[in-house]
């Protein structure tokens, strides 16, 4: 699906990455995390086409997405952070732009905007931010496209919305699309991503599923000091420790993703010397 071999983006003299190597497959949900000014969103642009790297090999569905063809641009949707929308009724807006996108169904955009408790007869305009977010999520997802790429789609939502845009998303899934969700809100991506890609200044510091770092890691909650002394990383809570350690025992463990950023961020070269052993 995407194949990015020794890609280096910048603005200007400013190189936000440099020789970056990732791969992303169709039949996955990605998680692309990492602290703000990390590259995250240049990366999910040059990946659509909107900004050109400065060297290296970018190859998205087997097109150059700087060459933004056609046959590419209606395969591909990418809903960015910020956005401006214009001054249409929903039902207008679907009527224009889902020409564009020929497996559009309009069927499932209904179905979506239902689901949000949003009437496709609204005004965008007069659509709160969080709303106007989720009209674009509805719309991206009925486009079905083979890769959606979505920028921190749950700022803006509150609670009870960014469980309503994971479920959505979730269940929009199949395995002939690939989706990458940037975040910097580790928690906001918990029950949704199949494979965690995890980058800072650095690039790229993890890149597993979450079912080998289930097989290999254990994320527990103890009041035994003594577990301290085996546990990869740790942090203090109410009367005992967050630990991630190895997975000893083969048991399957809930993955706490906020815990796995941290450990990660805090140790990388550990953390990446157990999945390459």
């Not at 179905?111 to 609204?122: M, Q």
């Amino acid at each position: 699906m995407v194949r990015i071999e020794n890609l280096t983006c910048g603005y200007g003299k400013k190189i936000v990455f440099r020789d970056l190597n990732l791969n992303f497959r169709n039949g996955t949900i990605y998680g692309l995390l990492g602290k703000n000014g990390t590259g995250k969103t240049t990366l999910l642009n040059t990946i659509a086409g909107l900004r050109f790297p400065e060297s290296g090999r970018l190859e998205v569905m087997k097109y150059a997405p700087s060459k933004r063809q056609p046959t590419f641009l209606e395969d591909i949707f990418f809903i960015p952070e910020e956005f401006q929308l214009p001054p249409l009724s929903i039902a207008q807006y679907q009527r224009y732009y889902s020409t564009f996108y020929p497996k559009f169904n309009s069927y499932e955009f209904n179905d979506y905007l239902k689901l949000f408790e949003i009437s496709i007869g609204d005004k965008l305009q007069e659509l709160s931010y969080g709303q106007r977010k989720k009209v674009l999520v509805s719309f991206g997802l009925a486009a079905n496209t083979s890769l959606l790429l979505l920028d921190e789609p749950t700022n803006g939502l509150d609670i009870m919305g960014k469980s309503q845009v994971r479920k959505i998303i979730a269940g929009a899934f199949t395995d002939q699309k690939c989706i990458i969700v940037s975040s910097h809100q580790v928690k906001d991506l918990e029950n949704l991503i199949d494979h965690i890609v995890i980058i800072d200044e650095t690039g790229v510091i993890l890149n597993q599923s979450l079912a080998d770092i289930g097989e290999k890691l254990s994320f527990k909650i103890s009041f035994d000091p003594g577990d301290l002394e085996w546990s990869i990383y740790h942090e203090p809570i109410l009367r005992g420790h967050a630990i991630v350690a190895m997975n000893t025992d083969g048991i399957e463990n809930k993955i706490d993703l906020e815990l796995l950023y941290k450990a990660t961020v805090s140790k990388p070269k550990l953390l990446n010397s157990i999945f390459n052993d």
